[in-house]
């Protein structure tokens, strides 16, 4: 098999390790493979690839999409390197609120495995960084949802301060907010 899962802490979230062939010539590595991710418990099916190139510095996040067009994600760093943030939102779980972790960068290849039901987001922490992501629901703008990146209640280790965020993500409401609205 190509690639080595690791299940996490919090239950459904996977890092992917895929296996890489290097000679003089380059390298090569297979980054996705159904069949293996259906072996190893990833049975969604990914309807959309989405690219995103940051500048150092920058955060992303913490986003999600609300029901009915939850996504389930794929993510790699295929240049540079992120911090990158989980958190689980599913009220009813017993991991609700807690977080992971996880760099991920082009040396390393690892591909982070987010379930329906979580918000993430990335901090840059090289000069440019870019990403390839898998979604098992299309994009849509009337779902798009989010939390506020510092927000309070959840307590993220960032180790950052100032990071450079869109007008969009300076606005997010806190997760607390959102539970009082009904979003979740």
């Known amino acids: 098999m190509p690639f080595i899962f690791e299940k996490q802490e919090i239950e459904d979230v996977i890092i992917i390790k895929p ?38 510095n920058v955060l992303r996040g913490l986003h999600f999409q609300k029901k009915p067009y939850e996504q389930s994600k794929l993510l790699r760093c295929i240049k540079g390197e992120i911090l990158d943030i989980v958190i689980d939102i599913r009220p009813k779980s017993k991991t609700f609120k807690k977080y992971l972790k996880f760099n991920l960068s082009e040396s390393n290849n690892n591909i982070l495995y987010i379930p329906k039901g979580f918000a993430h987001g990335f901090y840059v922490l090289s000069d440019i960084a870019e990403i390839s992501y898998k979604a098992s629901a299309e994009y849509n703008k009337e779902y798009d949802c989010g939390i506020i990146w510092d927000d309070y209640s959840l307590k993220i280790d960032w180790n950052i301060k100032n990071p450079i965020l869109s007008e969009k993500d300076k606005n997010l409401a806190t997760l607390d907010t959102l539970i009082k609205e009904g979003v979740l």
């Open 19 to 56: 296996l890489s062939f290097g000679d003089s010539r380059g390298v090569f590595l297979e980054t996705y493979k159904k069949s293996d991710f259906i072996k190893n418990g990833i049975k969604d099916d990914f309807l959309q690839d989405n690219y995103s190139k940051s500048h150092k």
